[in-house]
Antibody, heavy 117, light 107 residues
Framework: QVQLQESGPGLVKPPETLSLTCTVS????????WSWVRQPPGKGLEWIGY???????RYNPSLKSRITMSTDTPKNQFSLKLNSVTAADTAVYFC???????????WGRGTLVTVSS | DIQMTQSPSSVSASVGDRVTITCRAS??????LAWYQQKPGKAPNLLIY???TLHSGVPSRFSGSGSGTDFTLTISSLQPEDFTVYYC?????????FGQGTKVEIK
């Protein structure tokens, strides 16, 4: 059973860079597609982007200029960097994965990132 | 971007009721649609993908149907643990997009 765990700072100052890591256990990072999804407090879900283990990525155009995703195969981790953050980037950030890029079979618990000075 | 519109935004029902939630896409997405259930403070859980395929371990009281632009999620007999929020998601065209959510409340 694949399990995911997000880690990273809970508070980021504008206009710094938000950096999160997702650690995969119970499965190999090379076997699945990996995504990030965020949810502002009290609001709906927004897909941020996905990455395949060898580095192929697709990002949401609304965030594309600010996003970088990467994988660390030996550590079985993947990461998200979102630069130039503003208060609008305050959200619970979920890492998620699946056998394809289209749906999210399993999810991390999510981590709240607050952007505030 | 493809816009996904769910209706109703909320629905009140009782244990044992049959509930149907609708999701409409702003353009044809074939059967590239998934449904998720999200409980407060938790991550979403995949219920259905490819419009009508039940994800592993999901109770058979959940079913999905539709293609093109109109889709439905049906819960045949509501159980106490089903009172929460449901989202649809399209994966036909990037960026993947979600509906705004439907809250199923206890009447």
């Amino acid at each position: 059973q694949v399990q995911l765990q997000e880690s990273g700072p809970g508070l980021v100052k504008p206009p710094e860079t938000l950096s999160l890591t997702c650690t995969v256990s119970g499965g190999s990072i090379s076997s699945y597609y990996w995504s990030w999804v965020r949810q502002p407090p009290g609001k709906g879900l927004e897909w941020i982007g996905y990455i395949y283990y060898y580095g192929s990525t697709r990002y949401n155009p609304s965030l594309k200029s600010r996003i970088t995703m990467s994988t660390d195969t030996p550590k079985n981790q993947f990461s998200l960097k979102l630069n130039s953050v503003t208060a609008a980037d305050t959200a619970v950030y979920f890492c998620a994965g699946g056998g394809g890029p289209w749906y999210f079979d399993f999810w991390g618990r999510g981590t709240l990132v607050t952007v505030s000075s | 971007d493809i816009q996904m519109t769910q209706s109703p935004s909320s629905v009140s029902a009782s244990v044992g009721d049959r509930v149907t939630i609708t999701c409409r896409a702003s353009q044809d997405i074939g059967d590239w649609l998934a449904w998720y259930q999200q409980k407060p403070g938790k991550a979403p859980n995949l219920l259905i993908y490819a419009s009508s395929t039940l994800h592993s371990g999901v109770p058979s009281r959940f079913s999905g149907s539709g293609s093109g632009t109109d889709f439905t999620l049906t819960i045949s007999s509501l159980q106490p643990e089903d009172f929460t929020v449901y989202y649809c998601q399209q994966s036909h065209t990037l960026p993947w997009t979600f509906g705004q959510g439907t809250k199923v409340e206890i009447k």
